[in-house]
């Protein structure tokens, strides 16, 4: 069975930083690429950034220079540096992964940046 079990978020104040990781079990990691979503109270669900299995990464604007996505196949683990917050980053952040016409949810975790 296939699983994404993320790392648990937490409250953060303004420019702290913060790093979350993802575990994936039952796929072929390595062929996957994975990528972290989120969404903030009153919003839609945004990507934030992904990678694919060649290490090429994507970001969404208003993120760029303060977070980075990276994986580790041998760990079959997927991370979120996350640099600079602002209130503004405040959501549940959810992890992905696509392969083909496959798609796999992580639980969600919460992210507070409040002081």
């Known amino acids: 069975q296939v699983q994404l079990v993320e790392s648990r978020g937490g409250l953060v104040q303004p420019g702290g930083s913060l790093r979350l990781s993802c575990a994936a079990s039952?796929?072929?990691?390595?062929?996957?690429?994975m990528g972290w979503y989120r969404q903030a109270p009153g919003k839609q669900r945004e990507l934030v950034a992904n990678?694919?299995?060649?290490?090429?990464?994507n970001y969404a604007d208003s993120v760029k220079g303060r977070f980075a996505i990276s994986r580790d196949n041998a760990k079959n683990t997927v991370y979120l540096q996350m640099n600079s917050l602002k209130p503004e980053d405040t959501a549940v952040y959810y992890c992905?992964?696509?392969?083909?016409?496959?798609?796999?949810w992580g639980q969600g975790t919460r992210v507070t940046v409040s002081s």
């Open positions: 992905n992964g696509r392969w083909r016409s496959w798609e796999y």
């Open positions: 990678i694919t299995s060649g290490g090429m990464s």
């Open positions: 039952g796929v072929n990691f390595s062929r996957y690429t």
